[in-house]
C-alpha cells in the first residue's frame, strides 16, 4: 500500500485521488502485547519472561538487572554478602570484569547502580562512601566500601575459595606459569592498545600501531597453542579470560571503526577465543556490547581516537550510514557476531517497544525539545526537556514500528501507522525515532541482534512513511555524527 509524498496528510491517508481518508489506527499497546506473546509461544519462547521487570534467578539480563536488583543463584536473600556499585549503561568495563566473575562463581549480590562521570553526577550517598567516585566499588559483608578491579577480584577469590576457583593453584607450577604468562601479555596488549588508540601512539614503553599488532599476535598465537579448550587455560574460564575479554572487545570495535584493522578476520586465535566466551559463557554473552554502542560510549571515557586511512568503509555500516540499517537485513553487512535468529531478535525489540510504551515516546521526543548540554557523552541528555506537542504521531510511529517486528512490514498497523502521520509531523517523528535509533545501547537495552532489528524497522518506518526517493534525500541529516 504506498501513498504519494508531495500531498499533504492531516489525520489520515490520501488515496490517489487527493481524498483525505479517517486514519484506521486504533492503538491498544495491550493488543500488542497479546500478538507478540501469542508469536512467542509459537517460536517456543517464555513469553512470561519478555515483560518481567526485575530478574533474580536464571542468565543474567542486563535491561532487568537495574539498581537494587539482586541476584541469588538459588540462595536466600539474607544470604548475600556482597554489593556491587556498577554503572547502569553496563559500559564500565573494570565493572563487566567484577560482574563476570560474579557469575561465573554464582556468587549472590545485590547492584546498585552509580553513573559514569561523563554521564551524570555521582549520587551524594555514594560519594559519602567513596569520595573519589570510582567504580567499581564492591561492599563485602556490609564492610568498608573498596574500589579497584583487580583488587576486588582477588578479594573475591580470597573470600569464595569453594565456588568455582578462577585461579590455578601454584602447585600445578606448569599451569600457573602459562597463567601468570597470560596476565603479563594481558598488561601489554591493554597498554599497547590505549596508547596507540587515544594517546596518539606515545608512552614510555611505545605505543604505536606496531607495537599494538605485536601485542596481538602474541595474544593470538598464545591462544591458538591452547588445543584442550577455547579459553586461556583449556576448557573452563579463568581470571584472565574475564581480565581480557571486557577489553579485546573494545579493542575489536575501536580498531575496525577508527583504524580499519579487521582483529576478528585477522586474527583466529582471538576470534575462536571471543567465540567461545560468546557462547560459553551465559553472563558474557549477555553483558557484551555490540560495536556501535561500543565506539561511542569510548570517546567520553578515553577521549577521541583518531582516524586511519582505510576505516571510513568499516564506520559506514557501523554507524547506519547509507544503505546499512535498512531493511531487508539479509545479505547486509554487520560486524557484530550475532547468535539466534531474526525471529528471536525481532521479538525482543518488539517487547523492548512495548515494555518501554509509556516512557520512550517522551524519550524519543527530548529530539525536538530543549536539550541543555550538562554532560560530556555526546549521545546522552539527562536534563533535555521534551515539546510533547504532537507526541501522539511519535507513539503511533512507534506502535507501527512494533507491529512489524511482530507481523512483519506487511502488518496492516505498521502500514496504517506509517501512512497516517500528517504530513507537517512527519519531520518531528524521523527526528525522534532517529534519537531513539541513535540511542539504543546494548546490553543496556537489548542484545546486539534486536538492536539491530530495532534500528532497521525505526528506519523502514520513515522509509514507508515518507517514500524510498525521500527518505533516502533526508536520511543523511539525521545520520549520527562520528563517534
Known amino acids: 500500500m504506498g501513498f504519494i509524498w508531495n500531498l499533504t496528510r492531516l489525520n489520515g491517508r490520501i488515496d490517489r485521488r487527493g481524498v483525505r481518508l479517517v486514519s484506521s489506527v486504533s492503538m491498544s499497546w495491550d493488543v500488542a502485547r497479546t500478538r507478540l506473546e501469542h508469536l512467542a509461544d509459537k517460536q517456543g519462547i517464555d ?3 519478555l515483560f518481567v521487570t526485575s530478574q533474580v534467578e536464571g542468565d543474567l539480563r ?5 539498581d537494587d536488583a539482586v541476584r541469588t543463584f538459588g540462595k536466600a536473600e539474607e544470604d548475600i554478602r556482597v554489593t556491587l556499585y556498577r554503572d547502569p549503561a553496563y559500559w564500565c568495563p573494570y565493572c563487566q570484569r567484577v560482574q563476570l566473575q560474579l557469575e561465573l562463581k554464582r556468587i549472590p549480590y545485590r547492584v546498585k547502580t552509580v553513573n559514569m562521570r561523563c554521564y551524570g553526577e555521582k549520587p551524594e550517598y555514594f560519594r559519602a562512601l567513596v569520595p573519589s567516585g570510582a567504580i567499581p566499588a564492591v561492599s563485602f559483608d556490609d564492610g568498608p566500601v573498596k574500589t579497584e578491579s583487580l583488587d576486588l577480584m582477588l578479594e573475591i577469590e580470597r573470600m569464595f575459595p569453594d565456588s568455582s576457583p578462577l585461579i590455578p593453584s601454584e602447585d600445578n607450577e606448569e599451569l600457573y606459569k602459562i597463567f601468570r604468562s597470560f596476565m603479563q601479555l594481558e598488561r601489554r596488549l591493554f597498554s599497547s592498545w590505549f596508547q596507540y588508540m587515544f594517546s596518539g601512539g606515545f608512552g614510555l614503553f611505545g605505543g604505536g600501531k606496531d607495537n599494538f599488532l605485536s601485542n596481538l599476535e602474541a595474544w593470538d598465537a598464545a591462544m591458538g597453542q591452547v588445543s584442550s579448550g577455547p579459553f586461556a587455560l583449556g576448557g573452563s574460564v579463568c581470571l584472565v579470560d574475564i581480565l581480557a575479554v571486557p577489553f579485546v572487545e573494545r579493542m575489536v570495535a575501536s580498531a575496525l571503526y577508527w583504524k580499519g584493522i579487521n582483529i576478528r578476520e585477522d586474527y583466529p ?3 575462536a577465543w571471543l567465540r567461545g566466551m560468546e557462547t560459553e559463557f551465559p553472563a558474557y554473552k549477555a553483558i557484551r556490547a555490540d560495536i556501535y554502542s561500543t565506539v561511542h560510549n569510548l570517546p567520553p571515557q578515553t577521549g577521541r581516537a583518531t582516524f586511519d586511512s582505510g576505516s571510513d568503509k568499516f564506520r559506514e555500516v557501523i554507524d547506519g550510514v547509507g544503505s546499512n540499517w535498512e531493511l531487508p537485513l539479509v545479505g547486509s553487512a554487520s560486524y557484530d ?4 535468529d531474526d525471529s528471536e531478535a525481532k521479538i525482543e525489540a518488539a517487547a523492548a517497544l512495548i515494555r ?10 527530548r529530539s525536538v525539545g530543549v536539550r541543555k548540554r550538562t554532560v560530556s557523552a555526546p549521545l546522552a541528555d539527562p536534563d533535555a526537556q521534551p515539546v510533547l506537542w504532537g507526541k501522539e504521531f511519535v507513539e503511533r510511529a512507534l506502535y507501527g514500528v512494533a507491529f512489524a517486528l511482530i507481523d512483519g512490514t506487511e502488518a496492516p498497523e505498521a502500514i496504517d501507522a506509517a501512512q497516517s502521520i500528517p504530513a507537517d509531523e512527519q519531520r518531528k517523528v ?13 546490553p543496556r537495552d537489548m542484545s546486539p541482534g534486536a538492536a539491530r532489528q530495532l534500528r532497521s524497522h525505526l528506519n523502514w518506518f520513515c522509509r514507508s512513511m515518507l517514500g524510498e526517493e525521500r527518505w533516502a534525500e533526508i536520511k543523511p541529516e539525521y545520520a549520527v555524527l562520528s563517534a
Open 430 to 442: 524521523i527526528a525522534s525515532l532517529a534519537y531513539l535509533r541513535d540511542r539504543i545501547g546494548v
Open 269 to 271: 586465535g582471538i576470534d
Open 47 to 49: 513469553a512470561a519472561k
Open 356 to 365: 518501554g510504551s509509556e516512557f520512550l515516546v517522551p524519550f524519543a521526543m
Open 337 to 340: 557476531r550475532i547468535y539466534g
Open 62 to 66: 542486563p535491561p532487568v538487572v537495574r
